[in-house]
Structure formats: structure tokens, C-alpha cells
């Protein structure tokens, strides 16, 4: 049986399929659609008690939480595809580590952004120009921070690619793309430098080919 | 030299010293006191360039975000101490997402309470008796779906006790000692039942008898 994984539209998947297409894994998704209020449906919080996106099932196996889906077929298929975990244990934790940052300082930030600035409005309710305007000084200063750390190594964790870079593809495709903030990265001369070199591994450039984002049933052009 | 945990004091810090001590890693602590700025002062932003505790130093290496440093030393360490990462990939699977669920859903409603009850007053603002009551809702209804997993397995990611529920440790310890919300936990029978285990677990008694909760110097009575 196919791995099947759940709502492939929204960003947090794309965490799980950038993963699995760098481990050269095969999958098959299941569209869900919050309008019609799927993720509430009693068959799909037996498998995600949260009724949030993304979960997987392979086989009898069922996993929720992009960050852990992701740590999970790293490891299931070490030696397949991109190695995405380091190879000593020391490297692990780096990876660990920022990916950390990536959940705890990056993204609440720029959720917060892209839930302001592109979905405000298709939710009923106003952009809300300070969260804007304080979301943004503190991506700044997180993104300040991958500068200097960016100046050291090539990659997050080290001198090579890793879950706490591909963590970061999909919600900062909205910052560089429909939320027009751009400079954000381009200010930066690594981040900018690192950008460009993660956003175009071949993987991810299928991926946004193969499934596009969508805002409530539309194409996003970015 | 012997491994260093920089703020001792502090709850996510216990998260760390939790996981030393089940794997029975010696340690010594560095205490960090917020109220002089140790933790902006440039010698401590060279390790950890966001100004937060907890991080370690190993030798030449290190590490830091709690739950980076705590799947290192499961890692690390595997076959010595308690086994915290499960015996297959799929309950290492498993315990990522219960990991990331104690961080992304677990965390933030108890940490809201625990700053607006215990720590508002000290930090120089009122309580925000709103976020209280939400904070609480949140953790409620997060404490249900525990409810429901526990009745199946004894521990978040089946019948072992891992790092999935180590991470729970600190901060629910002020929920039932010094926040007086210990119905939270007893009016839910499974959720009760595990924090009695995990909670009389002799690792985690010895350390709050060597390292008590400190708020502001003062140790805190629970």
C-alpha cells in the first residue's frame, strides 16, 4: 500500500513531501478541505485527534506532526536519497538544534505574517497592522541571526544540507513569493546566498511544480 | 571536563537535567541569574546567540533548545540509563510526535499561565485574567486528548516511558504545586495516573531535591 499523506495544499505538508521527495520516497496524498471542515471529521481525527494537517499513513502506521513525520523517514531511509540528518551523532544535534529554532523562533513569526497578510481577509477578519509590523521585527531578528550564523557555514546545521534547512522551505516560499517581503532575504547577503541554494534543489522545484499552493481553492501566483 | 548546564534554575533547564540524570550522565551546573543579564551578556551570546537558557557545553561541544539536547543524550547515551527513545523506528516515530505535541500544543497554554500567574506580579505587570481563562481552555482541551491516549497506552507513545514524557515534566510541575490547578490533572483518571508515575520517577525527586525551583531567588514552595 501507497504511503498516503493527508492535505498536500497547505505548507506544513509541504515539510513532509520536500522530505520524502529528497529521500526519493513514493507517496500518494488525500486532499483535505477545511472549508467543507474535513479536518473535523470523525474518520480523520481517529487518525489526528488535533484535527490538524499534515498526518501520514503507511500501512497501519499512522503519524501526525510535520516535524516528527519528517525526522521519521529521514531515519527509515537513512541511506536513500539526500542524507538529511548529518552522519555522526554530534551532527544530529545541530540538526536537532536548529530545527528546534525553526519551530520555536522562526516560525511563529512568520505564521503569524502570512496569516495577516494573505489569509486575513479570506477569514473574515482585518489585517492587524501592529501583529504585522511586530512579526516582522522579530523575524528580522531571527533572520539576523542565521546571517552571522550563515557566515560560518554553508548550511544551519553545518556544511551540508538537513531537516533544519528543508523545515524552512515552505513557509518562507510565501515571504519571498505572495507576501512581497522579498528584501527580507535579499537584505542579508547568506541568508540570501543560502536561500537561493536550498530553494532550488531540484526536489523542491518538483514539488511546487507537482503541487501548487492554493488559498481556499485558488492557485497562489507567486 | 565534565559537562556543563548553563541555568539550572529554570523549568526548561529541568527538562535537560530530567534526561542527564535517567541517563546517568554526571553534570555540573552554571547558574544564570536574568535579573544582572547573564544571559545577554556577549560571553553567554557566543553559545546561544538568542539570549536564552538552557545550553551545554561538552568538551568543545555545544548545544542548545532543551529539546535538541535531550534527543543528543537519548541518542548518545542509548544503551546506558533509562532507554528514552523506544526500541524501533516506528516508536521513535512515536515519540517525536509526542515530543512535538508537548512543544507545539502542551506548551504554550501552560507556559502563558505559568507566566501571568506565578511570574506577572515579579515582572511588573497585572494578570491577565483573559489569557488565564483561555490559556486554560486551551490546556484543557488538550489534556482531554491525553485523556483519550492514555486509556490505551501507559505512556504518550505506547507502553514505555520516553522522552515524550520527560518533556511534560517541569512545567506541569508548577501546574500541580505552585499554580494550585493540580484538578486539571486529577479530574482526568489516565492523565492522573501517568503524572503520578512519571512524577515519583527517582530520577526526577532527586533532582527537584538538588535543584529546587528558583522564581527570582527565591526558592519557590510547592
Chains 1, 2 share one sequence.
Request: net charge negative; charged share 25%; hydrophobic share 40%.
Amino acid at each position: 500500500m501507497v504511503l498516503k499523506v493527508y492535505g498536500p495544499t497547505f505548507a506544513s505538508t509541504k515539510r513532509v513531501m520536500a522530505c520524502l521527495m529528497e529521500k526519493e520516497v513514493e507517496f500518494e496524498t488525500v486532499p483535505i478541505d477545511i472549508l467543507k471542515g474535513d479536518h473535523k471529521h470523525p474518520q480523520f481525527l481517529q487518525l489526528q485527534p488535533f484535527g490538524v494537517v499534515p498526518v501520514i499513513q503507511d500501512g497501519d502506521y499512522t503519524l501526525f506532526e510535520s516535524r516528527a513525520i519528517i525526522r521519521y523517514y529521514a531515519e527509515k531511509y537513512k541511506s536513500q536519497g539526500s542524507d538529511l540528518l548529518g552522519k555522526t551523532i554530534e551532527e544530529r544535534g545541530l540538526v536537532e538544534q536548529w530545527l528546534e529554532v525553526e519551530a520555536h523562533n522562526f516560525h511563529p513569526p512568520i505564521y503569524d505574517l502570512v496569516i495577516q497578510i494573505l489569509f486575513s481577509s479570506k477569514l473574515g477578519f482585518p489585517a492587524d497592522q501592529d501583529v504585522i509590523k511586530e512579526s516582522e521585527e522579530k523575524l528580522g531578528k531571527v533572520l539576523d541571526i542565521y546571517e552571522e550564523r550563515l557566515s560560518k557555514s554553508k548550511y544551519l546545521a553545518g556544511d551540508f544540507f538537513s531537516l533544519a534547512d528543508l523545515s524552512h522551505l515552505p513557509f518562507t516560499h510565501y515571504l519571498t513569493g505572495a507576501m512581497n517581503k522579498d528584501y527580507m532575504i535579499r537584505d542579508r547577503k547568506n541568508v540570501s546566498a543560502w536561500w537561493d541554494d536550498i530553494s532550488n534543489r531540484p526536489s523542491w522545484k518538483k514539488l511546487l511544480q507537482l503541487y501548487p499552493y492554493l488559498i481556499f481553492g485558488n492557485v497562489l501566483q507567486v
